[in-house]
C-alpha cells in the first residue's frame, strides 16, 4: 500500500471497454525518507490509479497496486493495477504529525 498525493485527472476516450466510466487519476507516491522525519518526501515518479472515491487534486490517498488493486476494483475483471482505496485524514510518524487534511 502507498500514500500518494493526486496530482490530477487522466482522460483517455480510447480505452478498454471494461474502463468505460471510469475515473482515473495521476498520483505522486509519497515517502519517509529517514528515521524521525517531519515530512514525506515526493517520489521521482507518478502512477495513473483507478479511482471510485473521487479524490480530488492534492488529497493524499492510500494506493494498492497489483493483485491487490484487482480485489479492489468492482469488476475482477477489470484490468486495472492501481486502485485508490481510501483518502488520508492525517498521517503521523513517531511524535511529528506528517499530514492533517485540516491545515
Do not use: H
Request: hydrophobic share 45%.
Amino acid at each position: 500500500m502507498l500514500i500518494a498525493r493526486v496530482e490530477g485527472s487522466v482522460v483517455a476516450t480510447k480505452k478498454n471497454d471494461k474502463m468505460t466510466g471510469r475515473r482515473m487519476v495521476l498520483v505522486r507516491p509519497f515517502v519517509v525518507s529517514e528515521p524521525g522525519a517531519t515530512a514525506f518526501k515526493p517520489s521521482s515518479s507518478t502512477l495513473v490509479a483507478y479511482d471510485a472515491l473521487g479524490a480530488g487534486a492534492g488529497e493524499l490517498v492510500l494506493v494498492v497496486q497489483g493483485s491487490s488493486a484487482r480485489l479492489a476494483a468492482p469488476d475482477k475483471d477489470t484490468p486495472v493495477d492501481a486502485v485508490v482505496i481510501g483518502i488520508v485524514d492525517s498521517v503521523d510518524c513517531g511524535k511529528a504529525k506528517l499530514y492533517s487534511s485540516n491545515t
